[in-house]
């Protein structure tokens, strides 16, 4: 009950105070994880939360698919045609090949690893959380091209990155000898594309049918004020239950399900969206707290070397270079490839991918421990640095593309959620 406490005080608190700080570069994962640390451990700390604890992988879970959820119901289909250049570039080229990178710098650099947890790693490292440069993605002085690319690479890449990470969990399972993995997201071998192919069929079902009676129930006048965003929220949990309850991947039903709505609703439904949204955002911050009350310490006790190597190189070489491949005949300068390259920020998936490695493999085999420092220590310096060069760098594009104020196709500035993402 006193973490419950804390964390509601926190949350108010952050709420009543996100813009004064924010503009002070000091985003609400920062102060989360920070207070997380503290009042967690060492001599400030009077709360006491296990990583073990079954309540901790479950907010994780329910958290990732809210928010895989209220992205994929948020994308335009016929935006995303029009100016699909660049994030498909992004997710088809880049995203492929971020994952390819990172597992060969971690098997050139960690060659004790099994290529299973090697593969492992450049997988759970690879997608990007918009959440921790809400400043660029909301600054009107950034091209709104390259601010699109970015919010909709981060809305996506959690989804298409899920399937591989969980495959890459259970092929570790068994190098490892964990053996099967019940009642978890992931399968080993065959199983895994069957399980994958019915996650994607249970959460088209779930999106599109409550979709189209979610349509007909507003146009026939029958829902009450502020009955779409419940009746969307349920959709997302209905697709978490069941594919859990089928034993599929609830991560990439969750994430169709979302795509499926929007294409049944046939519009954005900023209003019936916002729910699972703002409740995903909510839950966030207490996924930041649990992150540094319960995996930050431990992880950075076992840091080598070898890891601080991988966490710097993963955050921009790893990045920087199949972003920049990806972009080859775009027609994209050199200023903005290194700005998208740059703003490839790891964050909350990675960390409920990690919660995941923690659930399901054990934590005492050193080649774990090794996956689970590398990745507290990346989103560490991701948390800090993405976060401190939101503001000047988007000033900074702002200088070289004024015309991103006031030209063709910009957006106006919209107010910042306290909770890491701008309003719909």
């Known amino acids: 009950m006193a973490v419950?406490?804390?964390?509601?005080?926190?949350?108010?608190?952050?709420?009543?105070?996100?813009?004064?700080?924010?503009?002070?570069?000091?985003?609400?994962?920062?102060?989360?994880?920070?207070?997380?640390?503290?009042?967690?451990?060492?001599?400030?700390?009077?709360?006491?939360?296990?990583?073990?604890?079954?309540?901790?992988?479950?907010?994780?879970?329910?958290?990732?698919?809210?928010?895989?959820?209220?992205?994929?119901?948020?994308?335009?289909?016929?935006?995303?045609?029009?100016?699909?250049?660049?994030?498909?570039?992004?997710?088809?080229?880049?995203?492929?090949?971020?994952?390819?990178?990172?597992?060969?710098?971690?098997?050139?650099?960690?060659?004790?690893?099994?290529?299973?947890?090697?593969?492992?790693?450049?997988?759970?490292?690879?997608?990007?959380?918009?959440?921790?440069?809400?400043?660029?993605?909301?600054?009107a002085r950034v091209p709104v091209d390259l601010r699109r690319s970015l919010n909709v690479e981060s809305g996506l890449n959690d989804g298409i990155a899920t399937p591989v990470v969980t495959t890459c969990i259970a092929a570790a399972a068994a190098v490892i000898g964990t053996g099967l993995l019940p009642d978890t997201?992931?399968?080993?071998?065959?199983?895994?594309?069957?399980?994958?192919?019915?996650?994607?069929?249970?959460?088209?079902?779930?999106?599109?049918?409550?979709?189209?009676?979610?349509?007909?129930?507003?146009?026939?006048?029958?829902?009450?004020?502020?009955?779409?965003?419940?009746?969307?929220?349920?959709?997302?949990?209905?697709?978490?239950?069941?594919?859990?309850?089928?034993?599929?991947?609830?991560?990439?039903?969750?994430?169709?399900?979302?795509?499926?709505?929007?294409?049944a609703i046939g519009h954005d439904d900023a209003e019936a969206t916002e729910l699972p949204e703002l409740l995903g955002r909510i839950l966030s911050l207490v996924v930041w707290f649990l992150f540094g009350a319960a995996l930050l310490v431990d992880g950075l006790e076992r840091v080598d070397w070898r890891i601080a190597v991988y966490a710097v190189l993963s955050l921009t070489i790893v990045r920087m270079g199949p972003v920049a491949l990806a972009m080859v005949g775009s027609g994209s300068d050199r200023r903005s490839t290194l700005f998208v390259g740059w703003f490839g920020p790891r964050g909350l998936a990675t960390v409920v991918f990690g919660l995941l490695i923690v659930e399901e493999l054990p934590l005492a085999d050193p080649g774990i421990q090794t996956v689970v420092a590398t990745m507290v220590l990346t989103v560490l310096l991701s948390v800090l640095a993405h976060g401190a060069t939101g503001r000047p760098l988007a000033a900074w594009m702002g200088r070289h593309h004024p015309e991103a104020d006031a030209g063709p196709g910009a957006e106006p500035p919209r107010p910042r959620s306290p909770f890491g993402q701008p309003p719909p």
């Open 185 to 263: 997201a992931s399968h080993p071998g065959s199983a895994a594309l069957i399980d994958i192919v019915g996650a994607a069929a249970i959460g088209a079902a779930v999106g599109f049918i409550g979709g189209l009676l979610l349509r007909r129930a507003g146009t026939a006048g029958w829902i009450t004020p502020g009955g779409r965003p419940v009746a969307v929220l349920m959709l997302a949990i209905a697709a978490f239950a069941i594919s859990r309850q089928l034993d599929v991947n609830y991560f990439v039903a969750a994430f169709v399900a979302g795509l499926a709505l929007r294409g």
């Open 4 to 139: 419950i406490i804390v964390l509601a005080a926190l949350v108010f608190v952050w709420s009543v105070v996100a813009g004064r700080v924010e503009r002070l570069d000091v985003t609400g994962p920062i102060v989360f994880v920070v207070a997380g640390l503290l009042l967690c451990n060492g001599p400030t700390g009077f709360l006491a939360i296990s990583i073990e604890t079954a309540g901790v992988h479950s907010i994780a879970e329910v958290t990732l698919v809210l928010l895989l959820f209220a992205d994929a119901a948020r994308v335009d289909p016929g935006d995303l045609r029009r100016r699909a250049g660049m994030p498909i570039r992004l997710l088809a080229i880049g995203l492929p090949l971020t994952i390819a990178a990172g597992f060969g710098l971690a098997a050139a650099i960690f060659t004790d690893l099994p290529w299973q947890l090697a593969a492992l790693l450049g997988a759970v490292l690879a997608p990007t959380d918009a959440a921790l440069s809400a400043a660029v993605v909301s600054d």
